[in-house]
């Protein structure tokens, strides 16, 4: 069974950075593609942006294009998400994903494994 822990989240100001971690375990990562979704209140969860076990490229939301990257290490069985000027609107409970397929998924219920999520609040 896929067990996913996400850590990293708090509070930032406008403009600012976060990196936030996903640390896999259960299963063997490399074989995995993950995706980061966020969820603020009141509103459906949204895919952010993944990255794909077989190619090793990444794909973003338009809304975090330029700001967010998503990298994976394999060895660590990790994936991050380094957010850069961070923005009042990207205030919300961040969650990491897994899935098998080959490509990156970008709606949630395609995902198979999911972690606990972390919340990120950006202040202006």
């Known amino acids: 069974q896929v067990q996913l822990v996400e850590s990293g989240g708090g509070l930032a100001q406008a403009g600012g950075s976060l990196r936030l971690s996903c640390a896999f375990s259960g299963r063997t990562f490399g074989n995995y593609t993950m995706g980061w979704f966020r969820q603020a209140p009141g509103k459906e969860r949204e895919f952010v942006g993944g990255v794909s076990w077989s190619s090793g490229r990444s794909y973003y939301a338009n809304s975090v294009k330029g700001r967010f990257t998503i990298s994976r290490v394999n060895a660590k069985n990790t994936v991050y998400l380094q957010m850069n000027s961070l923005k009042p609107e990207d205030t919300a409970v961040y969650y990491c994903?897994?899935?098998?397929?080959?490509?990156?998924?970008?709606?949630?219920?395609?995902?198979?494994?999911w972690g606990q999520g972390t919340q990120v609040t950006v202040s202006s």
């Open positions: 994903a897994a899935d098998q397929s080959t490509v990156v998924l970008t709606t949630p219920r395609e995902y198979d494994y």
